[in-house]
């Protein structure tokens, strides 16, 4: 019944039409989307707009303890030792562009899970620099979980503009939930990086042809706007910096369903492999 209900209103056009159903959008949102990590709500046509929706329901974006306790373990508790499947494609890349003595910036890294991820496979030879930009809670649990591991070749920071200038930038997963990566209102991504790096991999966004839109994701103890980018305007702000696409995979592990609005479901997230031309 829970999938058949589910298919309905975010697969089929019937969704749409209980959307209208004022009473049945409250019952969702108070015995179903409250209480679930990940679940996607409404749609929004900016992300001031969405914000204001998320901070009618709760705590609003990533600074926040639990997410911090969630996302960055204690340095006794090990790894993941399971991981999504697109995370093989950012790892295969990272294994033909690192080169001795590179630099990589992590922006959205939390504590280092993909810094340890890629040193358990092999791919991290000194001299290398790994440096991690997260909101300052993760920043610090990283900083304790590393030092008490002894890692050697990760720093940690919470300022973009104050990271070393890098070879390779990484934005896995994260890029989705900035209120303006692409400079609209002010400085965007690469406005802010100290240089562009010649290699960026981005990882598990929800991206289609459809227009820019903003929807709601809740992480329990905290609501955060989330855009939905459409592809040739995502595209276009890195060609315009002279950026050019490499690679693209799939992201099968995660999907947006956003209930009320089948239009704008997505059954796979996406990445991409852009290089600087010279």
């Known amino acids: 019944m829970k999938q058949l209900f589910k298919a309905l209103m975010m697969h089929s056009a019937i969704g749409a039409w209980l959307g209208k159903l004022p009473f049945l959008k409250g019952l969702y949102l108070r015995h179903v989307w409250a209480g679930r990590m990940d679940l996607f709500y409404g749609l929004f046509g900016s992300y001031a707009e969405a914000e204001r929706f998320s901070a009618n329901i709760g705590k609003v974006g990533w600074h926040d303890d639990t997410l911090a306790e969630l996302l960055v373990r204690d340095a006794e508790v090990e790894a993941p030792t399971l991981f999504q499947t697109s995370q093989f494609a950012v790892m295969l890349w990272l294994s033909k562009l690192l080169q001795p003595g590179s630099t990589v910036v992590d922006f959205g890294g939390a504590g280092g899970i993909f810094y340890e991820l890629c040193e358990r496979y092999g791919l991290l030879k000194p001299p290398l620099s790994w440096h991690v930009v997260d909101m300052p809670d993760m920043v610090e649990r990283g900083r304790q979980r590393h030092a008490r591991l002894g890692s050697t070749m990760i720093s940690f920071g919470s300022e973009l503009a104050e990271a070393p200038a890098p070879d390779i930038m990484l934005m896995l997963g994260m890029i989705q939930y900035l209120p303006d990566p692409f400079g609209e209102q002010g400085p965007g991504i690469l406005d802010t990086v100290p240089a562009l790096p010649e290699h960026i991999l981005i990882n598990k966004i929800p991206i289609s042809d459809a227009p820019d839109a903003w929807t709601a994701q809740n992480h329990v103890s905290s609501v955060?706007?989330?855009?939905l980018f459409n592809r040739a305007k995502f595209l276009a702000y890195f060609e315009a910096r002279g950026y050019r696409l490499q690679d693209r995979w799939l992201v099968p592990e995660l999907q947006a369903e956003i209930p009320f609005h089948p239009e704008?479901?997505?059954?796979?997230?996406?990445?991409?492999?852009l290089r600087r031309q010279a």
């Not at 704008?264 to 492999?273: D, S």
């Open 224 to 227: 955060i706007p989330c855009r």
């Open 264 to 273: 704008r479901t997505l059954t796979y997230f996406e990445g991409f492999y």
